[in-house]
């Protein structure tokens, strides 16, 4: 007896939204271990340059023993700009805002992109949000919100520069749906590694600054934003994207300030107010509500 369309698009929904949640809480793991980099002296641009050689390293490895390099020069040309244009850019955006924000503040206004995206795709591409993207799109804002604001007073640069952050970012997923249609997840961040880690060794080889790492924690460092706040998340995000569209990606990504308030606790003692644990309740309940399937 053959399966309803609803019973078969079921079990990859769940599987789109999970590589999502994969994506969140590791890449909730950058900012930690990028501390752990910068305690060892080692400069943002330079930290970048090793996370991004490391990561294309491990993933080269792995597509030439299973022969996932041997694709049509269009999907190298392809992913080759995203890195370039895309990817590179907003990465290296968001370590300049922390220099004018806290992190946490950096944070929230990197996290306006999935408004960005629905947006996009209205604007551009004619697709219409729906209510339940739209409904998320609030709970999940405000929960934001109320998981990483914090008192102070910054300067105008650093708003307009965490605003930037969540566009360019936006941008770069919208786009990255529709040129890389087809493309193996796993080949695609090679590629977007390999073409970031020259961008970041071309600024370190300008400001003349290179630091070998070689204490254990600079190592564990260089290693965790490479595999955990890299290879991972970049791959599953765009494994999700291609199941479930970058719009509900990135709403169901919006659980990732949940987890690194929540690392934060853990690990640096840092303690959770009932603001933070409001805010990670609405997230939680907008990416429940956006996966909310209706019943035909």
């Known amino acids: ?45 330079q930290a970048l340059a090793w996370r991004f050689s490391l990561a294309a390293a491990i993933l080269w490895c792995v597509l030439l023993k299973q022969g996932g390099h041997r694709r049509p020069w269009r999907q190298y040309r392809s992913a080759m700009l995203l890195g370039a244009f895309g990817f590179a850019p907003q990465a290296g955006l968001f370590f300049v805002t922390v220099r004018f924000l806290d992190p946490g503040i950096a944070s929230l206004l990197l ?74 997840p796993t080949f695609l961040t090679a590629n977007l590694m390999t073409v970031s880690a020259v961008v970041y060794w071309s600024v370190t080889a300008v400001s003349g600054s290179f630091l070998l790492p070689s204490t254990p924690a600079s190592i564990a460092g260089v290693v965790g934003i490479a595999v955990v706040g890299s290879v991972i998340p970049i791959v599953t995000l765009f494994a999700s994207i291609r199941i479930i569209g970058s719009s509900d990606a990135s709403l169901v990504s919006t659980i990732e300030p949940l987890f690194t308030v929540s690392l934060s606790a853990l690990l640096l003692g840092e303690r959770l107010t009932p603001l933070q644990l409001a805010g990670g309740a609405l997230i939680l309940l907008g990416v429940l509500l956006l996966n909310l399937r209706k019943r035909r």
Do not use: H, N
Not at 21 to 27: D, E, N, Y
Not at 134 to 153: D, K, Y
Not at 162 to 170: E, F, I, K, P
């Open 1 to 45: 007896m053959s399966q309803s369309p609803s019973a078969e698009a079921a079990p990859s929904r769940a599987t789109g939204v999970a590589l999502a949640v994969v994506s969140a809480v590791t890449f909730s793991t950058l900012g930690l271990f990028a501390k752990l980099a910068y305690s060892q002296g080692m400069a943002p641009a």
């Open 111 to 184: 996290y306006l992109y999935p408004a960005f995206v629905v947006g996009f795709w209205f604007l551009f591409f004619g697709r219409r949000p729906r209510r339940e993207q739209l409904i998320a799109l609030a709970l999940s804002g405000a929960g934001c919100v109320l998981t990483l604001w914090t008192r102070g007073s910054y300067p105008l640069i650093g708003y307009l520069l965490g605003l930037s952050v969540a566009v360019s970012y936006a941008g770069y997923l919208v786009i990255g749906e529709r040129v890389t249609v087809g493309i193996d």
